[in-house]
């Protein structure tokens, strides 16, 4: 386990320090100068003496290496630097701004798993009735139906139509518990129906893998009741394909919650990102990048590590 | 042992030695016809390509044409679905919509399938160092979520079809990769390709004639899902304003300039969204059955 753990580590480490570089690549030598951004584009057409100061104010002036080692050192202190729109820190602005993203993130595979995984069992159980072509062919539609469809069909029927719930902006949890919950409800579900669909799938086929093993056969012939033979020993060893898919859900999340915020115009990570790409602020991009990228490949790691722990033939591998 | 000639002998007597060609046509065709999930989603797939290619015959108005006289029609006043805000006819955006999106979509998957065909199958072939770089490549795009760096490489390159293209192209090639990669591994150890080898065949020539036929079933399952989401991540692309340019119809951008009219004018969401989900949703159908069909583990 310990040398398992050491190599796993160390991959994981270079991974993230080659992503935190390609992310700086992609920044420097793609088109685009933030100088003149900063000044209001190319259309403001400011004079070169304006562009060059702007230049030496932020450090763009100096040779690539020097701004790549001083970026480097920074990221490893967790400063991001300063937006070079408002001057703001990138840190504290990324620090206020992705837990409102984890808070429609995080309930939603919460949901996604709680809903899907016994549908996913009670598909296979009953695979020979009308339920598991039923919860299938519902399944298959909630990972066809692309998310933001989702999101505006539940604006347009709970808000418009029922006049329910309100159909975007945020407000502080702890200022305002109830109002939060009302207006964090429709992106929690359009994010969770995509995810629900691949656990229930995911949990159903991998049950049915192990129905048809002979250890079944065994556990109910020996008169242990259907109950006991599903939940003690079918779903503990089909458990762990189901695992690595909520554990992958996890990047496709974030994917769905940067329609999500943009459709219920939620103030979260996705959407400070898409406003600072737009104005090529490259600290906030650059951070936003680095941390979410960051978050997704220690949740791959966790889940290989967990993995080694629960099945040991993994770590002799 | 067939295999085993597949690959010393010349490709003249190969083609006789293969199951004759119009009765792997005809079995295709009937696996066609005879399953409804199977003729439902393809004959959809087929119709929306034909409608895309055949898009000025099917509806004359012109998709951009703006009537500020005829703005936010429902179905059956100026135009077979209504009209959106610009007075545009939402039939013939949907049906121009699709060209689009077919073209992206097909075009990206196959610069997936074939870079991560060949990319999969020259990491296990070859072994270290090939696979260590290639699978690290692999591995490195996985671990951005897909939006995040098609978002990031498409607002710096700029929105075109071409760089829609070329992002998803490139953010799907690590899944035909790992398939290529994984079925490469087991398909080389067997008997014939050591065979293969100790006559003296080129590796080109193994790996085209003795693995790649190999490899293709679980590639072709691949294809018709990506294919589906490769339509989502084009989609939402759109909806966020980051696909192609507003002047092409795009089923994505069309539902996010409709959003601002969802309240009274659903029509203008309701349309593009239902053909977008039912075009994923028949792609994703398509690769369930060819899976049952062409996965040999569950053939049983």
Same mark, same amino acid.
């Given at each position: ?35 003149? !951004? ?13 562009? !060059? ?198 990047? !496709? ?22 406003? !600072? ?41 | ?300």
């Amino acid at each position: 386990m310990g040398a398992y753990l050491v190599r796993r580590t160390i991959s994981t480490i270079v991974l993230l320090y080659l992503i935190i570089t390609v992310v700086f690549l992609l920044l420097h030598l793609l088109p685009g100068d933030p100088a003149l !951004a900063v000044l209001g584009g190319i259309d403001a057409n400011p004079s070169p003496e304006d562009v !060059a100061q702007v230049r030496e104010r932020l450090g763009l002036d100096r040779p690539l290496y020097v701004q790549y080692f001083d970026y480097l050192g920074n990221i490893v202190r967790l400063d991001f630097g300063e937006s070079f729109v408002n001057g703001r820190s990138v840190s504290s602005d990324i620090a206020t701004r992705l837990p409102r993203t984890m808070m429609i993130i995080v309930p939603a595979i919460i949901v996604a798993v709680l809903v899907g995984m016994p549908l996913g069992i009670i598909a296979a159980r009953y695979r020979q009735s009308v339920v598991d072509p039923m919860v299938s062919s519902i399944a298959l539609l909630g990972f066809s139906v692309p998310v933001f469809v989702i999101g505006l069909l539940l604006v347009y029927l709970f808000s418009i139509q029922l006049g329910w719930l309100p159909a975007n902006g945020y407000i502080d949890p702890r200022d305002d518990f109830p109002e939060f919950l009302k207006r964090a409800t429709l992106p929690i579900v359009s994010l969770s129906l995509g995810p629900m669909a691949l656990t229930m799938r995911m949990t159903r086929s991998s049950m049915l893998e192990q129905l048809g093993l002979d250890y079944v056969r065994t556990a109910r012939s020996k008169g242990l009741s259907e109950l006991t033979t599903l939940y003690r020993h079918v779903l503990r060893n089909a458990l762990l394909p189901i695992v690595t898919i909520v554990a992958l859900q996890f990047g !496709a999340m974030f994917a769905g919650s940067v329609l999500v915020e943009s459709i219920f115009n939620w103030p979260g990570v996705n959407a400070y990102l898409l406003t !600072a790409i737009g104005v090529r602020d490259y600290p906030v991009v650059q951070g936003v990048v680095a941390v979410v990228a960051s978050i997704f490949v220690l949740i791959n790691f966790l889940t290989d590590i967990s993995f080694a722990f629960f099945d040991p033939r993994i770590r002799h591998d | 042992m067939e295999q085993l000639r597949t690959v010393g002998a010349s490709t003249t007597d190969l083609r006789e030695d293969r199951h004759p060609r119009f009765e792997i046509i005809r079995d295709w065709l009937h696996w066609f016809f005879t399953n409804p999930r199977v003729f439902i989603s393809g004959g959809f797939i087929i119709l929306l390509c034909l409608a895309a290619i055949a898009a000025p015959i099917i509806t004359s108005s012109d998709p951009s044409l703006i009537r500020a006289d005829q703005r936010l029609l429902p179905p059956g006043d100026g135009g077979f679905l209504g009209t959106d805000e610009f007075g545009r006819d939402l039939f013939a955006r949907i049906i121009y919509g699709a060209r689009l999106t077919m073209i992206v979509s097909l075009s990206s998957v196959m610069i997936a399938a074939v870079l991560g065909l060949v990319m999969g199958m020259a990491a296990a072939y070859f072994k270290s160092p090939t696979d260590t770089v290639l699978m690290r490549f692999a591995d490195a795009i996985l671990s951005f979520p897909p939006i995040l760096l098609a978002i990031f490489v498409i607002s710096f390159w700029g929105s075109s079809v071409i760089n829609v293209i070329m992002v998803i192209g490139l953010l799907y090639t690590p899944r035909f990769q790992r398939v290529a990669y994984s079925t490469t591994l087991a398909v080389q150890e067997n008997d014939y390709v050591l065979a293969a080898r100790a006559i003296g065949s080129k590796s080109t020539r193994i790996l085209r004639l003795g693995i790649l036929p190999n490899i293709l079933a679980p590639s072709i399952v691949q294809f018709s899902l990506a294919m589906g989401t490769a339509i989502l991540l084009e989609s939402g692309l759109s909806f966020l304003g980051l696909g192609p340019p507003p002047d092409i119809p795009s089923w994505g951008r069309s539902i996010q300039q409709a959003s601002r009219f969802l309240s009274q004018h659903p029509w203008g969401v309701f349309w593009p969204s239902l053909v977008i989900s039912m075009t994923v949703l028949a792609f994703n159908i398509l690769g369930d059955a060819l899976r049952d069909r062409l996965d040999p583990r569950l053939r049983s």
